[in-house]
């Protein structure tokens, strides 16, 4: 990990960045590693007895705070509905966090994963990753790791 410079973290929800790599995270950032994450939905409307949107948001931002990670990237596709959604579109909004951030590496959801919504946003992470190949007119850096995490 010594030549990681940035790191994209991109997540269905808000708290599965800190489920899944939270303590990774945290000993990366504290060595000077950049790590940024993409929140596909915020949306809270399916979440049982969960907090408010702008709830899930404050504390995703405190989160990240904690961690010594970059301020959040937060996308609002529906909630537990990704699937629904035209692929093309999660794509593009990753691919724009790709353009933003020039990662070095990704972090995402395994595509086995037992939540629709993580399955959706692993194999699209996958489909987006191939940005720096298909577009070397960007000047980004290759992506030399894609790792999965378990919720």
Known sequence: MNNMKNILCVVAHPDDEVLGFGAAASSLTSIGVNITTLFISTQ?????????????????????????????????????????????????AIENAIKKIGP????????????????????LTLAASRLPMRRPDLSLPRIKNIIFMEI
């Open 104 to 123: 070095d590496m990704i972090v995402t959801h395994h595509p086995s994963d037992l939540n629709i919504d993580h399955q959706v946003v692993a194999n």
């Open 44 to 92: 809270a409307n399916k979440r049982h007895l969960g907090e408010s949107e702008n709830e899930l948001m404050r504390s995703a931002k405190e989160i990240s705070n904690l961690l010594q990670m970059n301020e959040p990237i937060f996308e609002n596709f529906p909630n537990l509905s990704l699937h629904n959604v035209d692929s093309y579109l999660i794509v593009e």
